[in-house]
């Protein structure tokens, strides 16, 4: 498995605008994927900036090519999404997944 991550910053008054249009318009595209596993988001606040740490996870770096493109570490990023963001990552780093403990935690 291949866990690619993709870091953005957005004010906190928009974070929640972000995981609505990740949760309702990026998950159900990505899952019309056979690749891919699953996601994640993570946020951290401070001060009034929130920063985003994607990552998604898919079995194949062939997977992330169906998705991305040739290049696969171009980050593919939404209009609708970028709007809601102050900066982002245009290039995104991958991982092999090598040790999982336990099951995801349950998203609310």
Do not use: C
């Not at 991550?5 to 994927?33: C, D, G, M, N």
């Not at 996601?39 to 898919?58: D, H």
């Not at 999404?81 to 336990?102: I, K, N, P």
């Amino acid at each position: 498995m291949i866990a690619r991550l993709w870091s953005a910053k957005t004010i906190e008054s928009r974070s929640r605008q972000y995981l609505q249009h990740f949760e309702s318009s990026v998950v159900p595209e990505l899952h019309k994927l056979s690749g891919y596993i699953g996601s994640t988001v993570l946020t951290r606040t401070t001060n009034s900036e929130t920063e985003v740490l994607v990552t998604t996870v898919w079995r194949s770096l062939d997977a992330i090519r169906e998705f991305a493109g040739s290049d696969l570490e171009m980050a593919v990023v939404a209009d609708e999404a970028a709007a809601l963001l102050t900066s982002y990552d245009s290039r995104v780093r991958h991982f092999e997944v090598d040790l999982v403990d336990g099951a995801p935690p349950a998203i609310p």
